[in-house]
């Protein structure tokens, strides 16, 4: 069976990201600190993504959006 992918959403600020994080831990029932233990991070990480915190490691973000079953794609407006 094919599953339709729906776009979550424009990107525009590292805030936008942090509430896809969120949204997508929370729809599988993980806490801050179970999702860093996967991600092999520290909850402190884990808070700042989801604050939208600029400064974040980018290949931890990539990171983490994988292992919530989020791609990223780029695509011309």
Do not use: W
């Not at 990201?17 to 993980?30: A, F, H, N, P, T």
């Not at 179970?34 to 808070?47: C, D, K, P, V, Y």
């Not at 994988?66 to 011309?76: F, I, R, S, T």
């Amino acid at each position: 069976m094919n599953r339709e992918i729906l776009p979550i959403g424009s990107i525009k600020s590292a805030k936008d990201v942090g509430e896809i994080v969120s949204r997508y831990r929370k729809m599988q029932e993980l806490t801050q600190v179970e999702l860093a233990g996967l991600a092999q991070t520290g909850t402190r990480f884990i808070s700042d993504l989801e604050n939208g915190k600029g400064t974040v490691q980018f290949d931890k973000v990539m990171h983490i959006l994988d292992l919530l079953g989020v791609e990223v794609v780029a695509k011309e407006r």
